[in-house]
């Protein structure tokens, strides 16, 4: 069955999220003063950890031909983040 579940992004340069293979991301923002992205997932589907790195506008950009950029937030603060997908290796649990 196919939902859409929320995940909480931490505030770190690169991190792993566990989410069922094949999720869509289709949405990142700010809940609550937290940085979270929404994704369609299949729950029959087994989880993998998927890959991610974070970076702050006027920040160095990692140019690593791997990330797929997912979506930028505007955080309460004014902070701006943009959020990429390391798309080389998704390891199944």
Known sequence: MKTIW??????KDYFTTKMPEHSIIISVGEQNN???MWAIVDNNCPEVEVKFA???????LDEDKSLQFVGTIQRHDGLVFHLFMDTTVLVTL
Not at 6 to 11: D, G, S, T
Not at 54 to 60: C, D, E, K, R, S
Request: net charge positive; charged share 20%.
């Open 6 to 11: 929320k995940y909480k992004i931490p505030l």
């Open 34 to 36: 937290d940085m979270v």
């Open 54 to 60: 974070l970076f702050g506008t006027g920040f160095p």
